[in-house]
């Protein structure tokens, strides 16, 4: 499967943004999706992921309640809605796949997403 990541930009502290994951090559609903971030000279980190079917969602502490992923399986496309920006989101974001998960299956693992897109800046001013 193919991805790519689009939405990023500049915003000040407090505002928002909406992220896009377009896949291609596979039937998306087979894969388990999530969002990753890497700030410079940072390790990647999980911010959130969702399940097959869309009905199972997990999210890092540093986000839970600020950011919402979604998925539309009909249009092949996954979304992280982030809001009350800080400072410290800003990231390189990145979206996931990982294949072989089983309907409400989930993970935070980074190590399990075999496919991942090119990533886009999210830089938030303070």
């Known amino acids: 499967v193919q991805l790519q990541a689009s939405g990023g930009g500049l915003v000040q502290t407090g505002g928002s943004l909406r992220l896009s994951c377009a896949a291609s090559?596979?039937?998306?609903?087979?894969?388990?999706m999530g969002w990753f971030r890497q700030a410079p000279g940072k390790e990647r980190e999980f911010v959130a992921s969702?399940?097959?079917?869309?009905?199972?969602?997990s999210y890092a502490d540093s986000v839970k309640g600020r950011f919402t992923v979604s998925r539309d399986n009909a249009k092949n496309m996954m979304s992280l809605q982030m809001k009350s920006l800080k400072p410290g989101d800003t990231a390189v974001y990145l979206c996931?796949?990982?294949?072989?998960?089983?309907?409400?299956?989930?993970?935070?693992?980074?190590?399990?997403?075999?496919?991942w897109g090119q990533g886009t800046q999210v830089t938030v001013s303070s």
């Open positions: 969702i399940s097959r079917g869309g009905t199972v969602t």
């Open positions: 996931a796949a990982r294949d072989r998960a089983v309907m409400g299956q989930i993970t935070r693992d980074l190590n399990e997403f075999g496919y």
């Open positions: 090559g596979e039937t998306f609903s087979n894969f388990v």
